[in-house]
Structure formats: structure tokens, C-alpha cells
């Protein structure tokens, strides 16, 4: 796993350094050299697609495909590293052994002393997006990755589909917000999502299934 900006005199990261966070034109200028697919995720998606942000977040999230995250590395100025977290212990994105399964990475800045990116990694091939947790679940890429003022930015109902299994308080109340918000293509697909690959989850309860008395809004009966 490539890394080239490794000094002796490179200060250390810990659990414990602070986030800084980095707005959407500062990512898209820090990565502008990376020829990497990568886009907007999470609450930092939701922020740049609703236009204005939903709440305070501790760090700026984006995405990539697992196989490309050693070109975003390597277009990274000199002073900033990346880092996954195994357990209680930060090892060097470089120092990984190839095929590590982890689930995303931090970009630490030396010169700020913090860490100012989170990279998630996600699957996909060369013209779609595919959902790493089930890869019966699929998008083209121009619709699972959206531009919104050429920032690529994740679509709010793939974003909402990650949040889905394991919910937090914040991500509940992200999706009352977000899921209203949703055109009706956008939140069918979503429905169908949930109830496909995420039937346990807490959200599903409230989608209600075509065997449940009132049908989903892709299943309901349409009024001539």
C-alpha cells in the first residue's frame, strides 16, 4: 500500500487528536491531483445536498472504492498520512498487509496537528456502485454519486441505506429530516432497500411492507 509522505520527523497521531473539519471545496482542492473516484458520505452528503448543514459533525466524511484509496493517498501533500484504526491501535495505511478488510481510513495532517478526514471504503466496478455489505444491492454511479455545485456527493438514499443497521440517535434524527426531503424515485428505492437487505433494522418497522394492511409507496395502487 503506497504512501509517500513518511518523514523520520513526522510527528504521531493518536486516538485521541483532535478532527478538524474540512469544507466540501476544501476536500475537492486536496484532492484535486487524484485521478480516484471519491464523493462526499454520510452527514457530510447530507449537508452538501440539503445545502446548509443539519447539525454540528466532529469530521468531514468521503468515500472511495477500496482499490483506489492507495491513488488518493498518493497524491496526499507532503506532511499528511493516512492511518486506519485497528481496535485501540492506529497503524500507517502503508504498513497494512495488502488485502486488509478495514473499513475505512484517516488522513492526518501534520502541520494542524489533527486529523481532517475520514475515507470510508466502499465497493463498486467500473460503472456502478455496489453496496459492500450485500452486493445484491446496486446503482449506476450517476445515481448512487451525485453532483451538487461539482462536488460528487453521495445520494441521500444510499447514505440513509449505510445508517440503516445499526441507528444512532443522530442518525435518526438526520433521517427524519432527510427521508421527507427525498424525491419519491429516490425514497421508493430506499424502501425497497430497507426492506430487502436491511429487514431487521429498526427503520424497516416503519416502511410498511406489501404484506403488512397499507402497502409501501412502490407498492401501493396508483389512482387514475
Known amino acids: ?10 510527528s504521531l497521531p493518536s486516538l485521541d487528536t483532535p478532527w478538524t473539519r474540512l469544507d466540501a471545496a476544501s476536500v475537492a482542492d486536496l484532492l484535486a491531483d487524484t485521478e ?10 447530507y449537508d452538501q445536498w440539503r445545502g446548509e448543514p443539519l447539525r454540528e459533525r466532529d469530521r468531514t466524511t468521503i468515500s472511495t472504492v477500496y482499490t483506489q484509496l492507495d491513488d488518493i493517498v498518493g497524491s496526499l ?33 501534520e502541520a494542524m496537528d489533527a486529523w481532517v478526514l475520514q475515507i470510508n471504503l466502499e465497493d ?12 445484491r444491492l ?23 441505506v449505510w445508517k440503516a443497521l445499526r441507528p444512532y440517535p443522530d442518525d435518526e434524527a438526520d433521517k427524519d429530516v432527510i427521508l ?13 432497500a430497507i426492506l430487502s437487505i436491511h429487514p431487521h433494522s429498526t427503520w424497516s418497522i416503519h416502511v410498511r411492507s406489501p404484506f403488512a394492511p397499507a402497502k409501501a409507496s412502490w407498492n401501493r395502487t396508483r389512482r387514475s
Request: glycine share 6%; aromatic share 10%.
Open 138 to 160: 446496486q446503482l449506476p454511479w450517476e445515481k448512487a454519486v451525485l453532483d451538487i455545485d461539482d462536488i460528487p456527493t453521495g445520494a441521500p438514499e444510499v447514505q440513509l
Open 180 to 192: 421527507p426531503a427525498l424525491p419519491e424515485e429516490a425514497r421508493t428505492w430506499w424502501e425497497k
Open 77 to 109: 501533500p507532503d506532511g499528511m498520512s493516512c492511518w486506519a484504526r485497528i481496535g485501540d491501535e492506529l497503524v500507517r495505511w502503508s504498513d497494512l498487509p495488502d488485502g486488509a478488510d478495514i473499513p475505512s481510513a484517516w488522513i492526518f495532517d
Open 1 to 10: 500500500m503506497a504512501e509517500h509522505n513518511r518523514t523520520m520527523t513526522d
Open 36 to 45: 480516484a473516484r471519491w464523493w462526499l458520505s454520510g452527514g457530510s452528503a
Open 124 to 135: 463498486g466496478t467500473a460503472d456502478r456502485w455496489v453496496y459492500r455489505r450485500d452486493p
